[in-house]
Protein backbone atom coordinates (compact mmCIF):
# COMPACT_ATOMS: atom_id res chain seq x y z
CA UNK A 1 0.00 0.00 0.00
CA UNK A 2 1.52 3.71 -1.13
CA UNK A 3 1.48 6.17 1.97
CA UNK A 4 -1.66 7.14 2.75
CA UNK A 5 -2.30 10.98 2.58
CA UNK A 6 -5.84 12.64 3.30
CA UNK A 7 -6.52 16.71 4.02
CA UNK A 8 -8.15 15.10 7.16
CA UNK A 9 -9.48 11.37 8.74
CA UNK A 10 -12.89 12.65 7.42
CA UNK A 11 -11.86 12.13 4.22
CA UNK A 12 -9.40 8.95 4.97
CA UNK A 13 -13.09 7.41 6.64
CA UNK A 14 -15.13 8.60 3.43
CA UNK A 15 -12.43 6.68 1.08
CA UNK A 16 -12.44 3.75 2.98
CA UNK A 17 -16.21 2.97 3.34
CA UNK A 18 -16.57 0.75 0.56
CA UNK A 19 -14.19 -1.64 2.78
CA UNK A 20 -18.03 -2.95 4.12
CA UNK A 21 -18.74 -4.59 0.81
CA UNK A 22 -15.78 -6.96 1.21
CA UNK A 23 -16.41 -10.02 3.19
CA UNK A 24 -14.56 -11.38 6.25
CA UNK A 25 -12.45 -8.29 6.57
CA UNK A 26 -12.26 -5.76 9.75
CA UNK A 27 -11.44 -2.20 9.24
CA UNK A 28 -10.88 0.92 11.14
CA UNK A 29 -9.24 4.10 11.67
CA UNK A 30 -8.18 5.71 14.72
CA UNK A 31 -6.97 9.39 15.57
CA UNK A 32 -3.63 9.66 17.92
CA UNK A 33 -5.37 9.50 20.56
CA UNK A 34 -6.51 5.78 20.05
CA UNK A 35 -10.08 6.69 19.44
CA UNK A 36 -12.05 4.82 16.58
CA UNK A 37 -13.66 7.58 13.79
CA UNK A 38 -14.22 4.82 11.65
CA UNK A 39 -15.09 1.21 11.37
CA UNK A 40 -16.64 -0.90 8.95
CA UNK A 41 -19.84 -2.87 9.96
CA UNK A 42 -18.16 -6.20 10.19
CA UNK A 43 -15.79 -4.24 12.71
CA UNK A 44 -18.16 -2.63 14.67
CA UNK A 45 -20.76 -5.21 14.78
CA UNK A 46 -18.31 -7.59 16.45
CA UNK A 47 -18.08 -5.72 19.07
CA UNK A 48 -21.36 -5.41 19.64
CA UNK A 49 -22.84 -2.16 18.08
CA UNK A 50 -25.38 -1.92 16.01
CA UNK A 51 -24.32 1.08 13.76
CA UNK A 52 -21.01 3.09 13.30
CA UNK A 53 -21.79 5.64 16.02
CA UNK A 54 -21.63 3.25 18.67
CA UNK A 55 -18.27 3.02 17.98
CA UNK A 56 -16.83 6.52 17.38
CA UNK A 57 -14.88 7.77 20.10
CA UNK A 58 -14.27 4.51 21.97
CA UNK A 59 -10.85 3.36 22.31
CA UNK A 60 -9.41 -0.56 22.58
CA UNK A 61 -9.82 -0.71 26.19
CA UNK A 62 -13.62 0.22 25.89
CA UNK A 63 -13.90 -3.14 23.53
CA UNK A 64 -11.26 -5.47 24.11
CA UNK A 65 -9.73 -7.46 27.27
CA UNK A 66 -7.09 -5.30 28.54
CA UNK A 67 -4.23 -7.52 28.09
CA UNK A 68 -5.61 -7.44 24.15
CA UNK A 69 -5.61 -3.96 23.68
CA UNK A 70 -2.33 -3.10 25.26
CA UNK A 71 -0.82 -4.92 22.68
CA UNK A 72 -3.40 -3.26 20.32
CA UNK A 73 -1.96 0.06 21.58
CA UNK A 74 1.58 -0.97 21.52
CA UNK A 75 1.07 -1.78 17.81
CA UNK A 76 -0.67 1.90 17.46
CA UNK A 77 2.22 3.96 18.77
CA UNK A 78 4.62 2.61 16.37
CA UNK A 79 1.97 3.08 13.48
CA UNK A 80 2.25 6.32 15.04
CA UNK A 81 5.80 6.96 14.26
CA UNK A 82 5.71 6.34 10.92
CA UNK A 83 6.20 2.52 11.18
CA UNK A 84 4.05 0.05 9.04
CA UNK A 85 2.56 -3.25 10.67
CA UNK A 86 2.25 -6.57 8.10
CA UNK A 87 0.32 -9.11 8.69
CA UNK A 88 0.49 -9.39 12.15
CA UNK A 89 -0.82 -12.69 13.36
CA UNK A 90 -3.24 -11.77 16.40
CA UNK A 91 -6.31 -12.73 18.62
CA UNK A 92 -9.22 -10.37 18.02
CA UNK A 93 -12.14 -10.25 20.95
CA UNK A 94 -14.93 -8.23 22.40
CA UNK A 95 -14.53 -8.17 26.42
CA UNK A 96 -16.35 -11.53 27.66
CA UNK A 97 -16.29 -13.04 24.45
CA UNK A 98 -14.05 -16.02 22.69
CA UNK A 99 -11.44 -14.25 20.16
CA UNK A 100 -10.75 -15.08 16.57
CA UNK A 101 -7.55 -15.47 14.87
CA UNK A 102 -6.78 -12.27 12.34
CA UNK A 103 -4.03 -11.39 10.09
CA UNK A 104 -3.66 -7.49 10.59
CA UNK A 105 -1.55 -5.11 8.67
CA UNK A 106 -1.52 -1.13 10.41
CA UNK A 107 -0.55 2.28 8.29
CA UNK A 108 -0.14 5.76 9.09
CA UNK A 109 -2.43 8.18 8.07
CA UNK A 110 -0.47 11.49 7.20
CA UNK A 111 -2.29 14.67 6.28
CA UNK A 112 -0.99 17.46 3.73
CA UNK A 113 1.92 18.71 5.08
CA UNK A 114 3.28 15.24 5.61
CA UNK A 115 2.29 15.00 9.59
CA UNK A 116 1.11 11.99 10.80
CA UNK A 117 -3.13 12.65 12.08
CA UNK A 118 -3.98 9.13 13.00
CA UNK A 119 -3.84 5.15 11.84
CA UNK A 120 -5.67 2.61 9.48
CA UNK A 121 -6.00 -0.93 9.86
CA UNK A 122 -7.26 -3.88 7.90
CA UNK A 123 -7.37 -7.48 9.78
CA UNK A 124 -8.77 -10.46 7.70
CA UNK A 125 -10.36 -13.49 8.85
CA UNK A 126 -7.39 -16.24 9.40
CA UNK A 127 -9.83 -19.25 8.03
CA UNK A 128 -10.83 -17.24 4.99
CA UNK A 129 -7.81 -15.94 4.30
CA UNK A 130 -5.77 -17.11 1.11
CA UNK A 131 -2.55 -16.35 0.01
CA UNK A 132 -0.13 -15.44 2.69
CA UNK A 133 -2.03 -16.58 5.80
CA UNK A 134 -1.82 -20.40 4.50
CA UNK A 135 1.58 -20.88 6.32
CA UNK A 136 -0.30 -19.88 9.13
CA UNK A 137 -2.54 -22.10 9.53
CA UNK A 138 -0.01 -24.64 10.32
CA UNK A 139 -0.01 -22.88 13.80
CA UNK A 140 -3.61 -22.77 14.07
CA UNK A 141 -4.25 -26.80 16.29
CA UNK A 142 -0.96 -26.17 18.32
CA UNK A 143 -2.18 -21.84 18.92
CA UNK A 144 -5.38 -22.83 19.51
CA UNK A 145 -4.46 -25.80 21.88
CA UNK A 146 -2.32 -23.65 23.68
CA UNK A 147 -5.36 -20.83 24.48
CA UNK A 148 -7.17 -23.46 26.14
CA UNK A 149 -4.94 -25.21 27.86
CA UNK A 150 -2.39 -22.70 28.93
CA UNK A 151 -3.28 -22.91 32.79
CA UNK A 152 -2.35 -26.83 32.34
CA UNK A 153 1.51 -28.14 32.50
CA UNK A 154 2.32 -27.73 28.38
CA UNK A 155 5.66 -28.81 27.08
CA UNK A 156 7.02 -28.97 23.82
CA UNK A 157 6.80 -32.43 23.41
CA UNK A 158 2.69 -32.79 24.80
CA UNK A 159 2.26 -29.98 22.59
CA UNK A 160 3.96 -31.74 19.52
CA UNK A 161 1.71 -35.34 20.40
CA UNK A 162 -1.73 -33.43 20.39
CA UNK A 163 -1.40 -31.65 17.50
CA UNK A 164 0.02 -34.79 15.79
CA UNK A 165 3.37 -33.18 14.49
CA UNK A 166 7.08 -33.68 15.29
CA UNK A 167 8.55 -31.74 17.93
CA UNK A 168 11.24 -30.57 15.21
CA UNK A 169 7.76 -29.52 12.72
CA UNK A 170 6.76 -27.86 15.56
CA UNK A 171 9.92 -25.74 16.57
CA UNK A 172 10.49 -25.01 12.49
CA UNK A 173 6.82 -23.38 12.38
CA UNK A 174 7.02 -21.52 15.32
CA UNK A 175 10.43 -19.83 14.55
CA UNK A 176 9.36 -19.33 10.75
CA UNK A 177 5.93 -17.73 11.22
CA UNK A 178 6.42 -15.99 14.88
CA UNK A 179 9.92 -15.82 15.33
CA UNK A 180 9.96 -17.40 18.54
CA UNK A 181 10.04 -20.95 20.15
CA UNK A 182 6.80 -22.72 21.19
CA UNK A 183 7.93 -22.73 24.53
CA UNK A 184 8.06 -18.52 24.59
CA UNK A 185 4.88 -18.62 23.21
CA UNK A 186 3.24 -20.37 25.88
CA UNK A 187 5.06 -18.23 28.88
CA UNK A 188 3.66 -15.15 26.76
CA UNK A 189 0.01 -16.63 26.35
CA UNK A 190 0.40 -16.99 30.40
CA UNK A 191 1.71 -13.42 30.82
CA UNK A 192 -1.21 -12.15 29.06
CA UNK A 193 -4.03 -13.77 30.91
CA UNK A 194 -2.32 -12.91 34.04
CA UNK A 195 -2.09 -9.47 32.67
CA UNK A 196 -5.63 -9.47 32.02
CA UNK A 197 -6.44 -10.82 35.55
CA UNK A 198 -4.78 -8.77 37.73
CA UNK A 199 -6.60 -5.83 36.38
CA UNK A 200 -9.97 -6.72 36.23
CA UNK A 201 -9.74 -9.44 39.17
CA UNK A 202 -9.03 -8.98 43.05
CA UNK A 203 -7.21 -12.63 43.08
CA UNK A 204 -4.07 -12.33 44.89
CA UNK A 205 -1.52 -12.62 42.64
CA UNK A 206 -0.17 -16.20 43.81
CA UNK A 207 -3.60 -17.17 42.97
CA UNK A 208 -3.32 -15.65 39.67
CA UNK A 209 0.08 -17.39 38.98
CA UNK A 210 -1.21 -21.03 39.82
CA UNK A 211 -4.52 -20.19 37.74
CA UNK A 212 -1.95 -19.63 34.63
CA UNK A 213 -0.05 -22.28 34.53
CA UNK A 214 2.66 -20.67 36.45
CA UNK A 215 4.38 -23.44 39.14
CA UNK A 216 5.24 -20.95 41.99
CA UNK A 217 4.52 -16.65 42.95
CA UNK A 218 8.70 -16.22 42.34
CA UNK A 219 8.38 -17.86 38.92
CA UNK A 220 5.67 -16.01 38.08
CA UNK A 221 6.86 -12.61 39.15
CA UNK A 222 10.05 -13.08 37.76
CA UNK A 223 8.66 -13.66 34.12
CA UNK A 224 5.64 -10.85 34.23
CA UNK A 225 8.64 -8.33 35.24
CA UNK A 226 10.89 -9.29 31.97
CA UNK A 227 7.65 -9.17 29.78
CA UNK A 228 5.82 -5.78 31.23
CA UNK A 229 8.93 -4.01 32.80
CA UNK A 230 7.04 -4.14 36.06
CA UNK A 231 6.43 -6.29 38.94
CA UNK A 232 2.49 -8.02 38.72
CA UNK A 233 1.87 -5.97 42.35
CA UNK A 234 3.33 -2.51 40.56
CA UNK A 235 1.08 -3.22 37.94
CA UNK A 236 -1.74 -4.03 40.04
CA UNK A 237 -1.40 -0.85 41.82
CA UNK A 238 -1.35 1.38 38.45
CA UNK A 239 -4.08 -0.15 37.36
CA UNK A 240 -6.10 0.85 40.80
CA UNK A 241 -4.40 4.34 40.99
CA UNK A 242 -5.87 5.31 37.24
CA UNK A 243 -9.01 3.91 38.11
CA UNK A 244 -11.58 7.37 38.55
CA UNK A 245 -12.89 7.51 42.45
Given at each position: ????????????????????????????IKDVHGCFVYGNRLF??????????????????????????????????????????????????AKGQPGDWFLTSKWP??NLQGRVIGSFGISRH????????????????????????????????????????????????????????????????????????????????????????????????????????????????????????
Amino acid sequence: MTTLTYPSLDGAAHNFAMLDLIPDTHAWIKDVHGCFVYGNRLFFERFGFTSLQGLLGKCDYDLAPAALAENYCNDDAQVLKGNVVNDRLELIAAKGQPGDWFLTSKWPIYNLQGRVIGSFGISRHLNKTEGKAIPFRELRAPIDYICQHFASAISVDSLALACNISVSALERRFRKHLKKTPHQYIVEVRLDNARQMLRETDKPIGTIALETGFADHSHFTRAFTRRFGVAPSVDRRDRVSAQPA
